[in-house]
Nanobody
Framework: VQLQAFGGGFVQAGDSLRLSCAVSGLIFRNYGMAWFRQAPEKEREFVAVISSSGNNRKYRDSVKGRFTISRDNAKNMVYLNMDSLKPEDTAIYYC??????????WGQGTQVTVSS
């Protein structure tokens, strides 16, 4: 199983970014997918999750209304659209598969840096 996250970068506060995660080695449409992030010297935290069908989504409170998680089951891809970025969104962002309550497989992460 491989997950490859990409699309991070260095942006200014208020800008937008779209993260992508390519998944292979499993039946993608059977898995929920999630994004997590880890800022320097902080623990990894949940950002967003989407169900296997794409019909259900949940977000951490601090990103609600600014971030949107989506997926394309035909392409084995999951996305995180991030608008109105803030310096506190600076972190390494990871995608992960979700089965039940377990996050089994993780990508390598992509760095997002938001400058004020």
């Amino acid at each position: 199983v491989q997950l490859q996250a990409f699309g991070g970068g260095f942006v200014q506060a208020g800008d937008s970014l779209r993260l992508s995660c390519a998944v292979s080695g499993l039946i993608f449409r059977n898995y929920g997918m999630a994004w997590f992030r880890q800022a320097p010297e902080k623990e990894r935290e949940f950002v967003a999750v989407i169900s296997s069908s794409g019909n259900n989504r949940k977000y951490r409170d601090s990103v609600k209304g600014r971030f949107t998680i989506s997926r394309d089951n035909a392409k084995n891809m999951v996305y995180l659209n991030m608008d109105s970025l803030k310096p506190e969104d600076t972190a390494i962002y990871y995608c992960a598969t979700k089965w039940g309550s377990t996050f089994q497989y993780w990508g390598q992460g992509t760095q997002v840096t938001v400058s004020s």
